[in-house]
Every structure is written in structure tokens, then in C-alpha cells.
């Protein structure tokens, strides 16, 4: 678990893709940026398992195909439905597997310097994932 206390999960989610209809277009790339990497870091983090690895797949295909939807055709209502359910299960993943070294370096960066979590996320993401993706999971390796 993520949050590490059972008491802080979301029990509920509610996915509402016309209430993002309005959100200004940054708004929608940052938070965009920020689904994508969690799919990514989940699928890739040392902690990842057979359950997060099928989440984190899904939310990315999802995410990767409604992105670009979202971005040009801010009223494409079928894109946002994929994109918030992607990013549901890019969370579901999270609370399976944890993160990894991009989201704790993209963090502190948000913290510290005003900058839109969205951001550092999708940067950190590239450099990291490359990295940790190399080391096998405990988890899927002993299985086999």
C-alpha cells in the first residue's frame, strides 16, 4: 500500500470526465504527463508484481492512446473517459507496487520550487525508468 495506512486509501472514486471539460489545457497536459508516468514507474519499479504490471499495462494503453485526443480536441469526452480511467488504474497500480526514483526526485522538486507536479514527473520519468527497469523484480523473478 502506498500511503502505508489503511485509513488513508480511497475506498470510492468517482470519475467524472465532463467536470475536465473546462480545465485549461496546461491543467490537462501536466496532469496528463503526470497519469502516463505513473503507469510507466509502477510498470518498472523494483517493488512491481503480476497484479501492478497488468494495471500499470492497461493504464498506459489507455493514457498513451487518449492523450494526444485530449491535447487537440479538448472536447473529445470518449478521450477523457479513457484518460481518467487510466489514470484510476495507473493509481491501483501505485497502491500495489509503490513508485520509484522518478516520483521521489520529481517531489521534492515540486515542493521546493512551484513547479507543477505534472512536470518534474514526466522529466524524472524518462531518466529513471531507464534505469530501474533494468533491475529484475523479486517479485516476478522468483515466480519463474
Do not use: Y
Request: hydrophobic share 45%; with cysteine.
Amino acid at each position: 500500500m502506498a500511503c502505508l495506512d489503511p485509513k488513508c486509501a480511497a475506498r470510492i472514486a468517482i470519475l467524472d470526465p465532463v467536470l475536465t471539460l473546462s480545465q485549461p489545457r496546461r491543467v490537462t497536459a501536466c496532469t496528463g504527463i503526470d497519469a502516463i508516468a505513473h503507469a510507466v514507474e509502477t510498470a518498472v519499479t523494483t517493488k512491481r508484481n503480476e497484479l501492478s504490471q497488468k494495471l500499470s499495462r492497461e493504464a498506459f494503453t489507455l493514457c498513451l492512446t487518449a492523450f494526444p485526443e485530449v491535447m487537440t480536441q479538448s472536447d473529445q469526452l470518449e478521450a477523457r473517459v479513457r484518460m481518467q480511467l487510466g489514470a484510476a488504474l495507473a493509481g491501483a497500480a501505485i497502491e500495489n507496487s509503490m513508485l520509484g526514483a522518478a516520483h521521489a526526485a520529481a517531489n521534492p522538486l515540486t515542493a521546493h520550487f512551484d513547479i507543477v507536479h505534472g512536470r518534474p514527473s514526466g522529466s524524472c520519468c524518462r531518466t529513471w525508468c531507464g534505469l530501474t527497469a533494468r533491475i529484475p523484480s523479486p517479485a516476478i523473478v522468483t515466480r519463474h
